[in-house]
Each structure stands twice: as structure tokens, then as C-alpha cells.
């Protein structure tokens, strides 16, 4: 959907996806296409087809991650009920600061529970992408299910509180 919500700590900022980031999106996922469910490569067509149809859509915010106002990836947060959401379509370049993902995520958690009083947050990651289980699990999620490709990882806000506390003290936010 279209937009307003910049989300900032310190030198990081989550900005709304823009048009103008369209062939970065693209680029990155295209690149990283092995580690999604949908695996196919992207045309530039299909992507502005992608970003007309998301801008119409009720709950789905989708941000460009900036870092000392260089973008280095997206990710987003959709599929809302009552008092949760699904977190995804994550991609960081491979050249960002080291918890760049870590970070993000725990910003627009923070900023999404308090915002619409969410009980929980769910993402689900392929079995095989080491990478993102390592990242979820180092930032609170917990597994609660799986299907024979893909485990299902949820977050509260409580635990979230408790995450964000434990990666300030280790200096990690
Ligand atoms: C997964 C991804 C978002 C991680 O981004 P990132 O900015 O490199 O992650 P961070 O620097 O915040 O790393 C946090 C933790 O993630 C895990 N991690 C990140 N990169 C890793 C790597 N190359 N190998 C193993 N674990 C890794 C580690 O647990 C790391 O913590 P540590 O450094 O203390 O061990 C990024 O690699 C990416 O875009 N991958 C391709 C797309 C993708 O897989 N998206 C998720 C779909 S579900």
C-alpha cells in the first residue's frame, strides 16, 4: 500500500518502497531468487506490474532499508489479522553493515507492535536458507511449525521486548 512511515534509529532508516527503487528490489531479488518460494526471475515488467497491484493493497507495507542514505535492501510486513502480521520478502545486499537484517527487523517490530498493538509477528524461511534461520532465531523467533519445505517461525510482543533489550546489551541495536 502507499505509505508514510519512516522509521529511524540513528543512522539507519526504513523508508516506504518507491517506484524508484523498483530495479534495486529487482536486482537483489533476482540474485537471491534461490532463497524464496517463488523462485522465478523477475522481469522489469512484472516488477512495476508487482508495485501497481502492492500500492493498492490494504496492510502491506513494504520499506526500502537505508543505511547512511544508501539502500541496501527491503523487506516488509502484510498479511495482517486482528493482532498479528506476517514479516517477509526480506533481502539485505551482502555489502551492508554487519546486523543490518537484525536491526531492521527489530525496528519494524518495535514500530509495528506499538503502532497496531499486535500479539505476535510470523515469518516462515526455507528449510535449507541456514542464513535466515540463523537471523530469526538470533532476534526471537521461535519455530512452531513446518511443512516439508518450509518452517514456520513466530515472534510475541513480549519476546520481541525482551530480544530488543538482550541485543542492546550486547550491542548488536
Ligand atoms: C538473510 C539475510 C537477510 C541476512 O542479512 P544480513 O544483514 O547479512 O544479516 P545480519 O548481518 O543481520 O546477521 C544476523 C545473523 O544472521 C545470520 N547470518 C547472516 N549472514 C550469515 C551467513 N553468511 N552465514 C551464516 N549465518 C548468517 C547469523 O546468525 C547472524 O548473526 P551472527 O553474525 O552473530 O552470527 C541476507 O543474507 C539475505 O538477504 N539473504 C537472501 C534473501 C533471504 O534469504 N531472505 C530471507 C527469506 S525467508
Redesign the pocket.
Given at each position: 500500500m502507499k505509505h508514510d512511515y519512516y522509521i529511524e534509529q540513528s543512522e539507519l532508516v526504513l523508508k516506504p518502497l518507491e517506484f524508484i527503487d523498483l530495479e534495486y528490489l529487482r536486482t537483489?531479488?533476482n540474485k537471491?531468487r534461490m532463497?524464496?518460494v517463488n523462485k522465478q526471475k523477475i522481469s522489469k515488467k512484472n516488477q512495476e506490474k508487482w508495485f501497481k497491484y502492492y500500492l493498492t493493497k490494504e496492510d502491506d507495507f513494504m520499506f526500502s532499508v537505508v543505511v547512511g542514505k544508501i539502500t541496501?535492501?527491503f523487506?516488509g510486513l502484510y498479511n495482517f489479522t486482528n493482532d498479528s502480521a506476517e514479516f517477509?520478502?526480506?533481502?539485505?545486499?551482502?555489502t551492508?553493515?554487519?546486523?543490518?537484517?537484525?536491526?531492521?527487523?527489530c525496528l519494524l517490530l518495535d514500530f509495528f507492535f506499538e503502532k497496531r498493538r499486535l500479539s505476535a509477528v510470523v515469518?516462515?524461511?526455507?528449510k535449507d536458507?541456514?542464513?535466515?534461520?540463523?537471523?530469526?532465531?538470533?532476534?526471537g523467533f521461535k519455530k512452531y511449525d513446518e511443512s516439508e519445505s518450509l518452517i514456520y517461525y513466530k515472534t510475541t510482543k513480549n519476546s520481541n521486548i525482551k530480544t530488543t533489550k538482550k541485543l542492546r546489551s550486547i550491542g548488536?541495536l
Amino acid at each position: 500500500m502507499k505509505h508514510d512511515y519512516y522509521i529511524e534509529q540513528s543512522e539507519l532508516v526504513l523508508k516506504p518502497l518507491e517506484f524508484i527503487d523498483l530495479e534495486y528490489l529487482r536486482t537483489l531479488r533476482n540474485k537471491n531468487r534461490m532463497f524464496f518460494v517463488n523462485k522465478q526471475k523477475i522481469s522489469k515488467k512484472n516488477q512495476e506490474k508487482w508495485f501497481k497491484y502492492y500500492l493498492t493493497k490494504e496492510d502491506d507495507f513494504m520499506f526500502s532499508v537505508v543505511v547512511g542514505k544508501i539502500t541496501v535492501g527491503f523487506l516488509g510486513l502484510y498479511n495482517f489479522t486482528n493482532d498479528s502480521a506476517e514479516f517477509g520478502r526480506i533481502v539485505i545486499d551482502e555489502t551492508a553493515p554487519r546486523y543490518t537484517a537484525a536491526r531492521a527487523i527489530c525496528l519494524l517490530l518495535d514500530f509495528f507492535f506499538e503502532k497496531r498493538r499486535l500479539s505476535a509477528v510470523v515469518c516462515s524461511v526455507l528449510k535449507d536458507n541456514s542464513r535466515a534461520k540463523s537471523l530469526y532465531e538470533l532476534i526471537g523467533f521461535k519455530k512452531y511449525d513446518e511443512s516439508e519445505s518450509l518452517i514456520y517461525y513466530k515472534t510475541t510482543k513480549n519476546s520481541n521486548i525482551k530480544t530488543t533489550k538482550k541485543l542492546r546489551s550486547i550491542g548488536i541495536l
